[in-house]
Nanobody
Framework: QVQLVESGGGLVQAAGSLRLSCASSGIRFSFYDMGWYRQAPGKQRDLVATITSRDITNYKDSVNGRFTISRDNAKNTVYLQMNSLKPEDTAVYYC?????????WGQGTQVTVSS
């Protein structure tokens, strides 16, 4: 059974930092691309960053240069280091992987940035 469990969210002041983690189980983690998404209240869920199985990364324009996605295949975990946080980064953050035609999501972790 595939499971993704996010952690590391919380309340932080603007310009602060947080590191999110997403621990996976039930998959051969190193084989799969991973992504971080976020959903703010009343808005659609948007892609934030992705990392391929070969460590190629891609970022949403508004977070490029502030956020860093990385993975530790030995720990079956993907991370999102978030620096210089802004109030508009406030959202529930989810990790996701796609296996075949199936999307797997974690339960999400809340990030709140106060001004």
């Amino acid at each position: 059974q595939v499971q993704l469990v996010e952690s590391g969210g919380g309340l932080v002041q603007a310009a602060g930092s947080l590191r999110l983690s997403c621990a996976s189980s039930g998959i051969r983690f190193s084989f799969y691309d991973m992504g971080w998404y976020r959903q703010a209240p009343g808005k659609q869920r948007d892609l934030v960053a992705t990392i391929t199985s070969r460590d190629i990364t891609n970022y949403k324009d508004s977070v490029n240069g502030r956020f860093t996605i990385s993975r530790d295949n030995a720990k079956n975990t993907v991370y999102l280091q978030m620096n210089s946080l802004k109030p508009e980064d406030t959202a529930v953050y989810y990790c996701r992987t796609d296996i075949g035609l199936t999307n797997y999501w974690g339960q999400g972790t809340q990030v709140t940035v106060s001004s």
